[in-house]
């Protein structure tokens, strides 16, 4: 079976992944990462500054991870940070994608205006929209880890059930149709236990949190800095 999984080397997709690699079911992973500047705006507060430290994250667990599975790894982003990224891995698996822009569909515009209308989303261009876009020029559904309690999860949380999104309660819900969101009910507990019992925490240990690094190190002190499990 194959699975796609969004990756950044944080502690929930990473945690994910290592299921993934463990699953006798599951013989082909196809990861999948994102960087345009809808979700890294210069000197926006809302902007992720840490792509440079995801992808040094995300090389370091490649390297101490089992990769027989692994058959691909997709990098979306401009010209430019590809040329960055194509020095940083060393993988046949690798494979980058210049896009400078998503284009939204039609469809997705009516999705995220509804997303909007409803506090789903606070802004109607968003890594979401990116993500769901992407789904749909690939024609594939992959996993999302959403962070647990963080915006899109607390807002949607209404929405799902057994770790389903009812997709019939509202019609922007669609754009999530392509999401696999096998992590939302799963506690940070449980994930640890499951961790420790399997022996990933040296893998887990250097996973990357933090949204606003400071020198290269990690805050402390912003939202995904401060959920970080502690192991
Ligand atoms: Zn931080």
Same mark, same amino acid.
Do not use: C, H
């Given at each position: 079976m194959r699975k796609n999984i969004f990756w950044t080397g944080g502690f929930d997709s990473t945690f994910r992944l290592l299921q993934l690699v463990e699953d006798v079911y599951v013989s082909d992973i196809h990861l999948y990462y994102?960087?345009?500047?809808?979700?890294?705006?210069?000197?926006?507060?809302?902007?992720?500054?840490?792509?440079?430290?995801?992808?040094?994250?995300?090389?370091?667990? !490649?390297?101490?991870?089992?990769?027989?599975?692994?058959?691909?790894?997709?990098i979306i982003g401009s010209s430019e940070n590809l040329l960055y990224y194509s020095f940083q891995f060393q993988y046949s698996f690798m494979n980058y994608i210049n896009r400078d822009k998503i284009?939204?569909?039609?469809?997705?515009?009516?999705?995220?205006?509804? !997303?909007?209308?409803?506090?789903?989303? !606070?802004?109607?261009?968003?890594?979401?929209?990116?993500?769901?876009?992407? !789904?749909?020029?690939?024609d594939i559904k992959a996993e999302i880890c959403l962070e647990k309690e963080g915006g899109i999860w607390s807002r949607i949380k209404k929405f799902v059930k057994d770790g389903q999104i009812q997709f019939e309660k509202m019609r922007g819900l669609k754009a999530f149709l392509r999401y696999e969101i096998p992590l939302f009910d799963v506690s940070r507990d449980t994930m640890i236990q499951i961790s420790k019992k399997n022996k990933w925490d040296s893998v887990l240990e250097i996973t990357w949190s933090c949204w606003y690094p400071i020198n290269g190190t990690q805050c402390g002190k912003c939202f995904t800095c401060k959920r970080r499990p502690k192991l």
């Open positions: 994102i960087s345009l500047d809808i979700d890294n705006v210069d000197g926006s507060d809302i902007g992720r500054r840490s792509i440079q430290n995801e992808i040094s994250t995300m090389n370091s667990i !490649l390297n101490v991870i089992d990769k027989t599975k692994i058959k691909q790894f997709t284009e939204y569909s039609d469809i997705n515009k009516v999705y995220f205006f509804d !997303l909007f209308t409803i506090g789903i989303v !606070l802004r109607p261009i968003t890594q979401w929209g990116a993500i769901t876009q992407i !789904l749909d020029d690939f």
